[in-house]
């Protein structure tokens, strides 16, 4: 187990290249599989969410070619078994995802339920319906999801509430059903028209992907193809906190700007200066923010996963501010570890979250409650004179790669180390 030590309160300045977005690869390498042809995957992040979702796609049979740290080649046509139970899958919330590949594919899947961060409830209902609704039998037992269908029959279906996982598994699951699938109510983030583009690549026929209604003509087959992953745009908006909180210069590489503008316009609210070009964003401050209110939508409001780092910077503001959590009940974890820094928050009910800026934090050892969090915490380190530590960094892992090796490049100090014996939990979500 490792941890960061961070020496902080300096201003950061420099260039971050954005990686590739995590939450589209896992969507992309999933619908990989359907194809008995190699699909070659470019500007994958290195993250530990995507090597675990490979490592379980080559248990079940897949080839899985690593051409180098930012490419996979994947074939599904040596897939051996419809069960997925490789001993990690559980760790990670995208393993439902090959439940609509494989459904799709072989019209038997069986993968162990989904695990991930612990950040409130986060039901797979949605896409169990859209399973059925296609004509499939599912079935939970002993912590498994099981998926049958002898043929896959397109359907109209109305999600009872967005969902992004859903969203996603359903279309997987329909590019191969007979007939015509209208999915309404759908998730309309930006790694949801990734997915959809990268399964058109394949020879897909999905249209309406970024809109309220998906609409999917099955196809008798995918083929193989090349494609490349958009860049992450949680990545790019913590690292544009990480500029704002430290008072820095950051100028951000490989992004798209406009899936940006939610967090683009909050930070200009709260004084930041942000310049946006043709694929990077530069964000400069030089003083304390103002106060805000944020409230968390679905795209393309303000995004929860960059609902923590705006705490962590708003701790700094002058005022006080409030953040509206919509999404998940159980998102305010980090705020009990940010009050060791000394910041004045007040948690109200599950929404609510009330912050008394603070001129100054005082450093602190932190433990990391879950992936964003743990970011929020390294912004908040960051920000702070005085040497902090960050531990359970295995959570931050999981979605941003690299992440010590960027801020040191802008000039923070910041490092990994072992966590002494003495003080090691056996703890992995």
Known sequence: MEQYVISGGKSLAGEVTISGAKNAALGILAGAIICDDFVTIENLPDVNDTNILLEAIAAIGAVVDRVDRHTVRINGATIHTEMVDYDYIQKIRASYYLLGALLAKRGNATVAMPGGCDIGSRPIDQHLKGFRALGAKVTTENGFVHAQADHLRASHIFLDVVSVGATINIMLAAVMAE?????????????IVDVANFLNSLGANIKGAGTDV???????????????????????????????????????????????????????????????????????????????????????????????????????????SYINETIFENRFKYVAELRKMGANIKVEGSQMAVIEGIEKATAATLDTPDLRAGAALTIAALATEGRSVIRDIEYIERGYENFDEKLRALGASIEKTPVPAGRRKNKFA
């Open 214 to 320: 998906i609409r999917i003509r099955g196809v008798q087959k995918l083929h193989g193809n090349s494609y490349s992953i958009i860049p992450d745009q949680i990545e790019a908006g913590t690292f544009m906190c990480v500029a704002a909180a430290t008072k820095g210069d950051v100028l951000l590489k490989n992004v798209i700007p406009k899936h940006l503008e939610a967090i683009t316009a909050k930070l200009v609210e709260i004084g930041a200066e942000v310049n946006e070009y043709d694929d990077s964003v530069r964000v400069c401050c030089s003083r304390r923010p103002h106060a805000s209110t944020v409230k968390t939508r679905v795209y393309p409001g303000f995004p929860t996963d960059m609902q923590p780092q705006m705490a962590a910077l708003l701790m700094f503001g002058e005022g006080t």
């Open 179 to 191: 007939g015509q699938t209208i999915i309404e109510n759908v998730a309309k983030e930006p790694h």
